[in-house]
């Protein structure tokens, strides 16, 4: 029984980030996200009812979640807004549910569920949508409407940009994790699949993002590494400065009509696609009410239909739905996440430390690209539900970082289950 209801919290847990992948207009997109939502509390339930969850007391980053969504709760009661108010009751039960979760004590096997909803998200776009794909792949242009910009499932592109160069680090974190041939080129096909889905939706925000997050790799390893990770970094380096030699023109009229840099909209001199503007109208709603600024205005009290223009920032959107205090605190937990696996992943040790490693630059590229989109907390997106798991796992008391990938992360450890 216990093997039964472990199974069931683990499918529940599967469907619930598939459905979370869809993102078509009307009636379906919200049964996709309560059903979801409904299944992410299933997968609570049967984790606890399979008697196998281990007694770990709350992190202090689960202490600072849970007070931060109660108090977005009783502040958006308060003012009145019912809405907001049912948000942060949901996020509190997911934040149980996750935290029951990545108590069990085969939660090893949490990431291969994850990797295997994305496998499933994939081989729904080649089967449903490969022409819309492959189409905008090639940089596909209609006269009056310019780049056609591929949107997976109904998702923005901007959002794909995170889902999908989330994904491809959750698949190369793969790649490094195992030795068998087949199982590697299995990750790497699977994370080129991630890119074009990146490419295709020329989500330039998630390009950047994983820039940065690469630049931040290869100056860690070239500065901390060991001497085996420093060789196989000059090598990597070696054979991309030749491809880019090599294929230079070709390369920079791809990338030149990929990333629309000469669209109106969208091009080098459109101010970042107005995200300038935007972010100034949002830091000056965070300090137009000084007792709003401290208290925040409840979690989805932000929405482009509430407060009149999107905000394009997760801090921004930090600030005005939790306050400068919770807000504050809420992107530092991530910050220094990263930092400390960052530092655990460059240790001298066994090969678990790379995947610590890659959990850190996980969270960098989320941190990046939270820069530009609103998706650092959430659980309605694959890669931000994936985040938090992270992020709450790593952060287990009674259990360092280092330890964490032989024991109970599911970043790290054995990767049970994988796809092959």
């Not at 069931?8 to 996709?32: D, F, K, M, V």
């Not at 001497?227 to 791809?254: C, E, H, P, T």
């Not at 972010?279 to 709603?285: N, R, T, Y």
């Not at 930092?339 to 610590?356: C, K, N, T």
Request: proline share 3%; glycine share 10%; net charge positive.
């Amino acid at each position: 029984m216990r093997e039964l209801n472990t199974q069931l919290s683990r499918w529940l847990l599967g469907g619930a980030i598939y459905l979370t992948g869809w993102y078509y207009e009307g009636p379906a997109l919200q049964a996709a996200q309560m059903g979801a939502i409904s299944m992410l509390l299933m997968a609570g339930f049967f984790s606890v009812l399979s008697g196998d969850t281990l007694r770990i007391r709350p992190s202090l980053v689960e202490w600072l979640f849970s007070t931060a969504f109660l108090f977005a709760m009783l502040v958006a009661w308060a003012t009145g807004n019912v809405l907001s108010t049912m948000y942060g009751a949901m996020l509190l039960l997911v934040l149980t549910a996750i935290a029951l979760v990545i108590r069990h004590h085969r939660a090893d096997e949490l990431v291969a569920v994850f990797r295997w909803a994305y496998v499933a998200l994939l081989g729904t776009l080649l089967l449903v949508e490969p022409q819309a794909l492959f189409a905008s792949l090639a940089g596909n242009v209609e006269y009056g409407q310019g780049l056609v910009r591929y949107q997976p499932l109904g998702m923005h592109p901007n959002l794909s940009g995170l889902v999908y160069g989330g994904g491809a680090l959750l698949f190369f974190q793969r790649y490094l994790a195992v030795r068998n041939r087949s199982q590697q080129l299995f990750a790497l096909v699977m994370a080129g699949l991630c890119l074009c889905v990146l490419l295709a939706a020329s989500a330039r925000a998630g390009m950047l993002a994983l820039s940065i997050t690469g630049l931040t790799g290869v100056t860690l390893i070239a500065l901390r590494g060991s001497r085996r990770a420093r060789m196989g970094l000059a090598l990597a380096v070696l054979a991309g400065v030749a491809v880019v030699l090599f294929k230079w023109a070709d390369i920079k009229d791809y990338l030149s009509l990929i990333l629309d840099v000469d669209s109106p909209t969208r091009g080098v001199e459109s101010g970042a696609t107005g995200r300038t503007d935007l972010w100034q109208a949002g830091i000056e709603l965070v300090f137009s009410d000084g007792a709003l600024a401290f208290t925040g205005r409840g979690i989805r009290s932000a929405l482009p239909d509430i407060i009149g223009f999107p905000v394009e920032s997760s801090y921004i959107n930090l600030a005005l739905e939790h306050g400068l205090f919770f807000g504050s605190l809420i992107a530092l937990a991530f910050v220094a996440t990263a930092i400390r696996a960052l530092g655990h992943g460059l240790q001298p040790g066994p090969s678990s430390r790379h995947q610590v490693f890659m959990a850190g630059l996980m969270l960098v590229f989320i941190l990046a690209q939270s820069i530009f989109n609103r998706y650092l907390i959430g659980v309605g997106n694959p890669y931000s539900l994936w985040i938090l798991v992270l992020v709450l796992q790593l952060n287990l008391p009674g259990a360092s970082t280092t330890r964490a990938a032989s024991r109970h992360s599911p970043a790290f450890a054995g990767l049970k289950g994988e796809p092959t």
